[in-house]
């Protein structure tokens, strides 16, 4: 005896679930951003690193202090009002680099 009806159940119940796996392992992991904003970070101190001619040592404590540590408001504008002066930036063209500064 041949029954339709519980294979076609089967295809019905199938397809719908693996439309939601595909969905599921298409949709991005939740550390995924914060990995690539990592990423970024580490890029950029080792950017910072390399201008600076940091190597050995000096360069692994420059890495881990840059990359682990958050700077606050106060600390971000010291530090670039430092890189202002060494620049020897005035008026607006030093309020525009501090600006942009503080954002980064």
């Known amino acids: 005896m041949f029954h339709c009806r519980p294979a076609l159940t089967r ?6 679930a693996c439309a939601l796996a595909l969905a599921l392992l298409a ?6 951003a914060a990995d690539n ?7 950029a101190c080792s950017k ?10 000096e360069r692994k404590t420059f890495m881990s202090q840059c ?3 958050k700077k606050s ?5 010291g530090a670039c009002s430092k890189q202002a002066a060494d620049k020897g930036l ?3 063209e030093r309020n525009k680099f501090l600006s942009d500064c503080a954002k980064g």
């Open 90 to 92: 005035k008026g607006d």
């Open 37 to 43: 904003a990592q990423s970024t970070k580490l890029g």
């Open 27 to 32: 949709a991005p992991l939740p550390g995924a």
């Open 11 to 16: 295809t019905a119940v199938a397809l719908p």
């Open 48 to 57: 910072d690193a390399k201008e600076k001619g940091l190597k050995g040592d």
């Open 67 to 69: 990359a682990g540590k």
């Open 73 to 77: 408001q106060g600390e971000k504008m």
